[in-house]
Structures are given as structure tokens and as C-alpha cells.
């Protein structure tokens, strides 16, 4: 740094001294327009780093060259030319063109600068992608039975399966779209990337026995964390309303209240829950109705990489959508309906959960961690936090919730308690009438 005779130090010389590694290394400060794919932030990963870390392959270039994930990268030069025998020499080159053209476009998508060089980058890239293309190929004929065997094992099939959705772990969708464009202009035999996206990482965990059907699929995806998301929330109606969540009593004190837990068979997606007030309870005398307050919720799987994928997703809403937290704020509703593992049981008998690896307790401890560090916009589920809450604090809700509990929990209970209603009133009139023959 240069200093001045006088001791003065001149302002060019400190930006010189600080910044010159930032300028050496020609690095953006500012993300990009297009950025899409970023690091989990610390916070969030110190909850569960396995849930961030891939686990045997490395996509794209902020895991790239791990020794520990140095046997798939043999997996991919296999793929590579194995996908030689789907297209031409020529097609080839024109991959390799597309990606040459695009090259500072897919750099911008990582908030983080990668230092590989162009060479290394567009060999990077190529490979992963064609890999991930060759994949979903194998996968697709399997299923329809040309192959015989998957591409993989189980164990290791699931973990790919799981690895290609981390954060940090994507290629920007557009550049797999155009490469399998270029590799099968105008192709018939086989289905859309989309399709093959959705089949690839379709699971049973949220129930998604309807997420082929994309006719009205109109979302701009940026990888397959962004589909995962999208799939999980794309049917959903935003509601108009959008505020901050008032304290929520769990399931149970709820239950005590009057609200009765009911699975939502007809919920558009995972998100789509619903607080119904104006259904009555079926008595057998028109005269006697009571009111049922449902608070309705899509079933929902639970196995041991839940709490992965639903961790995958939240970190990506964190980074990239922080003004539309959709399924933060589902984890935070359900969160707050879960205590512990009582409150799970209520779901559970609602058929609203289903275990298939732990217990109550272990799903409770879930969704009471997952909302650890996790910043929440403004909630989509206000007006339903306002509404249970509101019907918790009157005290009629709970004494008619003990009524129905105790005097028409059932068609005999409730028709033997009507006729002693009866019964005392005629006995009432009996007596009145007494009395007045006798004055």
C-alpha cells in the first residue's frame, strides 16, 4: 500500500490492498439475473448436513472433483458412450456448440463462481448431462419393459434418485432441455424431458399418483429441486390473503375444541389444505344440528427421506423464493398441529399420516426440527391459523365439542340422548299440567 509522506493513505491504494483477489479472480459480487442454484446456507445445513451433501455423484460444479464421489464419474464416461449409440458424430458437436455458445449463461445460474476453466467447464457439463439424460432413458425403458434390468441397484438407484435433487447439486434445466432437443429433433418414440423428469423422481412419499397430468403445467422450471416444487405446489390456489400466523393450539387441544382432523381426498396438491365450518352433524332430528369444523389435509407418507426432501425444498425456497415460501409455511402449519407424538396419532387415525420407517415420536421430533432457522414470508395459511385459533378461544366451541363427545359420538348414543331429551320435556309438560288441574 502506498503511503504518503505525511502519513496519508491514499483511497486508491486501500481499495487496491482489499479488493485485488476479488479482481484477480474476476468473481460477480452480485448474483446474476439468471442465478438459480446456490449453497445451502450454514445455518440451515449445520441442522442436517447429510441432507445437503450428495452421497455418491456430483453435479454440476460446486461438488465436482470430491475423491469421495470419484466412482460415479467412471459411471458417467460409461453413460456417455453408451448414450454414442442413440445419435450421430455430428449431433455431438452440435451439443458441444450449444453449451460453447451458452457458456457464460450457465455460469451465472451458481451464485457461486466456479474457477474451471472453459474446456473443463463445457467437459463438465456435457458429461453430467448426458449422464443424467441417459439415466432417465434407462429408467423410462425399464418401466415399459425393454430393458430388463434398471439402470442400478436399489440402495444405490434411491440415493441417485435423492442426489440429483440437492440445491447444490443441479444443472440449469434449460441446458438438459436443449441438449435433448438437439440429441432427438422431432422425436416420437420417445417422451418429453418433462415427462421423463416427472417419472424419474416420482415417489410415494406426497401421494403423486397424478403428476403426469401436466396439460395446465405452465411453470418455468429451473432444475429439478424447482420441479419437485413445482409439482408439489403448481395446482394450489394462492389465496388472496397472505399475513403473519397467530400462536396455534396443537392437535389434540384442538380436537378438545371441537375441530375434527379429516383427510383431503380431493386436495389439488400436498399443500392444499383447507378449514371447512359449514358441514352438520347427521342427527336424526332435523330440529337438533350441530356444527362440525373440519380442518382437512392431503395424506401424506412418511419414510426415512422425508425429511431429506422436504429439507431440499425448504432450502431452496430460503434462497430463491423468500417471498413465497409455500412449503416453509406448510411445515410451519404442521408444526404447529404437532406436539408430540399424540398429536401425530390424531393424524395418524385421520389417515392424514402414514408411517413406513419410525414411530410417532420420531415423526413428531421431524417436523419440530425442520423449521429450525427457516425464515417465513408472510403466510398463505393466515386466514386458517385466524380461524382455528379464533374457534379455540370460544368457550362454546368447547362445550358443544363435549356434548357431541360425550352425548353424540354415535347414531344409538345420540338417538337414546334425544329420546331422554324428549322424554324430560313430555315428563315437564306432565307435571305442569298436574300442577295447573290441581290450582
Same mark, same amino acid.
Given at each position: 500500500?502506498?503511503?504518503?509522506?505525511?502519513?496519508? *493513505? =491514499?483511497?486508491? /491504494? &486501500?481499495?487496491?490492498? @482489499?479488493?485485488? %483477489?476479488?479482481?484477480?479472480?474476476?468473481?460477480? $459480487?452480485?448474483?446474476?439475473?439468471?442465478?438459480?442454484?446456490?449453497?445451502?446456507?450454514?445455518?440451515?445445513?449445520?441442522?442436517?448436513?447429510?441432507?445437503?451433501?450428495?452421497?455418491?455423484?456430483?453435479?454440476?460444479?460446486?461438488?465436482?472433483?470430491?475423491?469421495?464421489?470419484?466412482?460415479?464419474?467412471?459411471?458417467?464416461?460409461?453413460?456417455?458412450?453408451?448414450?454414442?449409440?442413440?445419435?450421430?458424430?455430428?449431433?455431438?458437436?452440435?451439443?458441444?456448440?450449444?453449451?460453447?455458445?451458452?457458456?457464460?449463461?450457465?455460469?451465472?445460474?451458481?451464485?457461486?463462481?466456479?474457477?474451471?476453466?472453459?474446456?473443463?467447464?463445457?467437459?463438465?457439463?456435457?458429461?453430467?448431462?448426458?449422464?443424467?439424460?441417459?439415466?432417465?432413458?434407462?429408467?423410462?425403458?425399464?418401466? *415399459? =419393459?425393454?430393458? /430388463? &434390468?434398471?439402470?442400478? @441397484?436399489?440402495? %444405490?438407484?434411491?440415493?441417485?434418485?435423492?442426489? $440429483?435433487?440437492?440445491?447444490?447439486?443441479?444443472?440449469?434445466?434449460?441446458?438438459?432441455?436443449?441438449?435433448?432437443?438437439?440429441?432427438?429433433?422431432?422425436?416420437?418414440?420417445?417422451?418429453?424431458?418433462?415427462?421423463?423428469?416427472?417419472?424419474?423422481?416420482?415417489?410415494?412419499?406426497?401421494?403423486?399418483?397424478?403428476?403426469?397430468?401436466?396439460?395446465?403445467?405452465?411453470?418455468?422450471?429451473?432444475?429439478?429441486?424447482?420441479?419437485?416444487?413445482?409439482?408439489?405446489?403448481?395446482?394450489?390456489?394462492?389465496?388472496?390473503?397472505?399475513?403473519?400466523?397467530?400462536?396455534?393450539?396443537?392437535?389434540?387441544?384442538?380436537?378438545?375444541?371441537?375441530?375434527?382432523?379429516?383427510?383431503?381426498?380431493?386436495?389439488?396438491?400436498?399443500?392444499?389444505?383447507?378449514?371447512?365450518?359449514?358441514?352438520?352433524?347427521?342427527?336424526?332430528?332435523?330440529?337438533?344440528?350441530?356444527?362440525?369444523?373440519?380442518?382437512?389435509?392431503?395424506?401424506?407418507?412418511?419414510?426415512?427421506?422425508?425429511?431429506?426432501?422436504?429439507?431440499?425444498?425448504?432450502?431452496?425456497?430460503?434462497?430463491?423464493?423468500?417471498?413465497?415460501?409455500?412449503?416453509?409455511?406448510?411445515?410451519?402449519?404442521?408444526?404447529?398441529?404437532?406436539?408430540?407424538?399424540?398429536?401425530?396419532?390424531?393424524?395418524?387415525?385421520?389417515?392424514?399420516?402414514?408411517?413406513?420407517?419410525?414411530?410417532?415420536?420420531?415423526?413428531?421430533?421431524?417436523?419440530?426440527?425442520?423449521?429450525?432457522?427457516?425464515?417465513?414470508?408472510?403466510?398463505?395459511?393466515?386466514?386458517?391459523?385466524?380461524?382455528?385459533?379464533?374457534?379455540?378461544?370460544?368457550?362454546?366451541?368447547?362445550?358443544?365439542?363435549?356434548?357431541?363427545?360425550?352425548?353424540?359420538?354415535?347414531?344409538?348414543?345420540?338417538?337414546?340422548?334425544?329420546?331422554?331429551?324428549?322424554?324430560?320435556?313430555?315428563?315437564?309438560?306432565?307435571?305442569?299440567?298436574?300442577?295447573?288441574?290441581?290450582?
Amino acid at each position: 500500500m502506498e503511503v504518503e509522506r505525511n502519513d496519508l *493513505i =491514499r483511497f486508491d /491504494s &486501500l481499495k487496491v490492498h @482489499k479488493e485485488w %483477489l476479488i479482481d484477480e479472480e474476476q468473481e460477480n $459480487l452480485e448474483p446474476q439475473p439468471e442465478c438459480c442454484i446456490y449453497r445451502v446456507p450454514k445455518a440451515l445445513r449445520k441442522a442436517n448436513e447429510e441432507a445437503y451433501t450428495p452421497q455418491v455423484i456430483s453435479i454440476g460444479p460446486l461438488h465436482y472433483g470430491k475423491k469421495e464421489l470419484a466412482y460415479m464419474e467412471k459411471q458417467k464416461i460409461r453413460f456417455r458412450r453408451e448414450f454414442s449409440k442413440r445419435i450421430t458424430p455430428e449431433i455431438w458437436q452440435e451439443m458441444v456448440g450449444f453449451l460453447q455458445h451458452h457458456e457464460q449463461h450457465i455460469r451465472h445460474c451458481y451464485e457461486e463462481t466456479s474457477n474451471l476453466k472453459k474446456l473443463e467447464f463445457i467437459t463438465m457439463i456435457l458429461y453430467d448431462a448426458v449422464f443424467i439424460i441417459e439415466l432417465f432413458l434407462r429408467s423410462f425403458e425399464w418401466r *415399459i =419393459r425393454i430393458r /430388463s &434390468l434398471p439402470p442400478y @441397484k436399489p440402495l %444405490l438407484r434411491t440415493t441417485i434418485r435423492y442426489d $440429483l435433487l440437492l440445491l447444490e447439486n443441479q444443472l440449469p434445466y434449460f441446458v438438459l432441455e436443449e441438449l435433448y432437443e438437439i440429441a432427438f429433433p422431432n422425436n416420437t418414440n420417445n417422451p418429453s424431458l418433462l415427462i421423463l423428469s416427472c417419472q424419474y423422481f416420482r415417489d410415494s412419499l406426497f401421494n403423486e399418483d397424478n403428476i403426469l397430468n401436466l396439460s395446465n403445467f405452465e411453470a418455468e422450471v429451473k432444475h429439478f429441486t424447482d420441479l419437485k416444487r413445482h409439482l408439489l405446489t403448481y395446482t394450489y390456489l394462492r389465496p388472496q390473503s397472505r399475513g403473519v400466523t397467530p400462536d396455534l393450539p396443537c392437535a389434540i387441544k384442538l380436537q378438545e375444541s371441537g375441530v375434527k382432523f379429516k383427510q383431503r381426498v380431493q386436495g389439488k396438491c400436498l399443500i392444499d389444505i383447507n378449514f371447512d365450518k359449514k358441514k352438520t352433524l347427521g342427527i336424526p332430528f332435523s330440529w337438533l344440528k350441530l356444527k362440525v369444523h373440519e380442518l382437512q389435509i392431503p395424506p401424506i407418507n412418511i419414510y426415512d427421506q422425508t425429511e431429506s426432501v422436504f429439507r431440499k425444498l425448504m432450502a431452496l425456497e430460503q434462497c430463491h423464493y423468500p417471498h413465497e415460501t409455500l412449503v416453509c409455511n406448510y411445515i410451519n402449519l404442521v408444526d404447529a398441529l404437532i406436539n408430540n407424538e399424540e398429536d401425530v396419532n390424531l393424524l395418524v387415525e385421520a389417515g392424514i399420516i402414514s408411517i413406513h420407517g419410525g414411530n410417532n415420536a420420531k415423526v413428531a421430533n421431524l417436523f419440530n426440527k425442520l423449521g429450525d432457522y427457516i425464515l417465513l414470508d408472510r403466510s398463505c395459511y393466515c386466514d386458517i391459523f385466524r380461524d382455528l385459533k379464533a374457534h379455540y378461544d370460544n368457550p362454546w366451541n368447547h362445550a358443544m365439542a363435549t356434548l357431541k363427545r360425550v352425548y353424540f359420538n354415535n347414531l344409538w348414543r345420540s338417538t337414546g340422548t334425544v329420546a331422554a331429551i324428549l322424554l324430560l320435556v313430555l315428563t315437564l309438560v306432565q307435571a305442569i299440567c298436574s300442577i295447573l288441574q290441581v290450582v
